[in-house]
């Protein structure tokens, strides 16, 4: 079975900081997707970041980056310029390409960002 | 936002009692997902739906069964409520399986069993 661990529960970064939340995965499988979530105090689950397991690229979106390593499967969220806003819950989840789209997530990282 | 909408958004009930939780959605997503989240475990597949009355069982089913006889309507049930299964329940819909399409997830219900 495939499983996601994030051994992180707490993280904390200054306003404007640079901030690594970790997340390893155990899969025999050799095509998959892997995310990050995050939940704000609202409880709405907002996809951050995405990466397909075939790209050796890493993801990016505006102030996100991952940083994939497929062969250790780990997949660390890099968040720079750290805002207010980016304070929440953050769940690193994998799932196969193919068959029903059914997510297994992480123990979540709580994100504080001090001012 | 995907129209996705949960209710009841909050209950509060006794051990013993059925309970029935509706995810609707206006999308028209073939895929229907139930999730609970627990401090600790993160979100835990409980059931799925891959069509109207195609349905199967997650990681955490125990307890909990599901039925969906319309497209736009997904039905969580607890027969008969425990303790153990107070948490926040998030519905989650998708399109096509297989394909890079991204799960969108409803508000959550906070469930507390008394």
């Known amino acids: 079975a495939q499983t996601v661990t994030q051994s992180q529960p707490e993280m904390s970064v200054q306003e404007a900081e640079t901030v690594t939340l970790s997340c390893t995965y155990d899969t025999s499988e050799s095509d998959y997707y892997l995310f990050w979530y995050k939940q704000p105090p609202s409880r709405q689950m907002i996809l951050v970041i995405r990466?397909?397991?075939?790209?050796?690229q890493n993801a990016t979106e505006n102030r996100f980056s991952v940083n994939f390593q497929k062969a250790a499967k780990s997949f660390s969220l890099k968040i720079s310029d750290s805002q207010l806003g980016d304070a929440a819950m953050y769940f690193c989840a994998y799932r196969i390409r193919q068959g029903a789209q059914k997510l297994v997530f992480g123990q979540g990282t709580r994100l504080t960002i001090n001012p | 936002d995907a129209g996705i909408t949960q209710s009841p958004r909050h209950k509060v009930t006794e051990t013993g009692t059925p309970v029935t939780l509706r995810c609707h959605q206006t999308?028209?997503?073939?895929?229907m997902y139930w999730y609970r989240q627990d401090p600790g475990h993160g979100l835990r597949l409980i059931h799925y739906?891959?069509?109207?009355?195609?349905?199967d069982k997650g990681e955490v089913s125990d307890g909990y069964s599901v039925s969906r006889s319309k497209t736009e309507d997904f039905l969580l049930t607890l027969e008969s409520a425990t303790s153990s299964q107070t948490s926040v329940y998030f519905c989650?819909?998708?399109?096509?399986?297989?394909?890079?399409?991204?799960?969108?997830f409803g508000p959550g219900t906070r469930l507390t069993v008394l």
């Open positions: 739906s891959y069509g109207v009355k195609d349905t």
């Open positions: 990466q397909e397991a075939y790209k050796q």
């Open positions: 999308e028209n997503h073939r895929y």
């Open positions: 989650a819909i998708s399109e096509l399986a297989g394909y890079n399409n991204e799960q969108f």
